[in-house]
């Protein structure tokens, strides 16, 4: 099971990015997809999350209107469309993928919102 994230990077406020996280070794399309984020000396935080046939999805107050969750369960993938970037956004940002039992996680993509 793998789950790696990508598109993480510098940006400026104001800027935008596109995460990118692609699953291998499960069904992914059974697996309800979240995207957390941890801040230095902060803990982890739910940003986002799609349903298992992308119909549904939720957002943190905090990401409402900038960050857009989507999912293309052909390619394995989720995805995380973030607009309007501030530097309170930056952080470790982590795909998960739940269903019944499992409970995977990947290894994280740096987005640091600097000038």
Do not use: H
Request: aromatic share 14%; hydrophobic share 30%; charged share 15%.
């Amino acid at each position: 099971v793998q789950l790696v994230e990508s598109g993480g990077g510098l940006v400026q406020p104001g800027g935008s990015l596109r995460l990118s996280c692609a699953a291998s070794g499960f069904t992914f399309s059974r697996y309800f997809m979240r995207w957390y984020r941890q801040a230095p000396g902060k803990e982890r935080e739910l940003v986002a999350g799609i349903g298992s046939a992308g119909g549904s999805t939720n957002y943190a107050d905090f990401v409402k209107g900038r960050f857009t969750i989507s999912r293309d369960n052909a390619k394995n993938t989720v995805y995380l469309q973030m607009n309007s970037l501030n530097p309170e956004d930056t952080a470790v940002y982590y795909c998960n993928a739940r269903f019944s039992k499992n409970d995977y996680w990947g290894q994280g993509t740096q987005v640091t919102v600097s000038s």
